[in-house]
């Protein structure tokens, strides 16, 4: 793998959020009007909230629409502190879990929508792929993010992986070649940080901060009752890899920052 210099984005100054070019086709296109829109998916009902809230709060501040996917309410093998209580049963974690996404997709601007595939093992049938495929001709995204396609202590991540890879392949088609299906414009594809980060083969190569939304990311956090602990662990995340950020331009205000990789390439007129 070659090494290059990680990519900072920050709202309003660079990248994604300001450019009035399409990095993926050159000058501002018809297409260009329409809002720029930003997809999220997840194993788990709270994967978007550790891993990218902060970065979805940027965007939806800076007007894009955002939807986020659980394919499952990480009801069994993902909501902790609710199996401490004696009684409880999966179709009460699944109704605590649904609520406290909608409320922290509601704390960053953005949709909330689950798929309820069930967990640990999350599988995905057909139909859930061409259900995402038909979300994303839908939403027709520029970005989309999700998890690495290797994690050696998760048995779910990995099929989310294959599941958004499928069906962003799916819904763009053999770009330029006219299909038998409608297909949108390729999104670029974001993977987001992952618990194992070395593990899981990371290798961030964008770095989002999201220092002025920060509040936004404690509050969607907050929601997640069913999995405290996570807490302090991803906003001290948030910390160090701000601290890496100062490394390629960032200054003393950037506070906060996740993570990513960026898995497609760029298409740019100049570097
Ligand atoms: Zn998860």
Redesign the pocket.
Known sequence: MIATAPIRFRAGVEGILTSNQDPYHGAVTASSTRPRSLLVV???AA?FVWRAAGTVAVHTAAGWRAIVVALSY?ERG?SGDLWKQPGQTVENVKRIRHQECSRAAAAIGAEFVAFDLGDYPLEAPAEAVGRLVELMRELRPDVVITHTPADPF?P??PVAFAVADRARKIAMGAAGVASAFATIPPPRMYLFEPHHPEQCGFWPNTFVDYTSVAERKEEAMAAMAAQSYLRDHYRERGLQRAVQARYFGAGPETRYVEAFELTTPRLVDGL
């Open positions: 997840g194993a788990h994967d990480g993902e998760n779910d991540h």
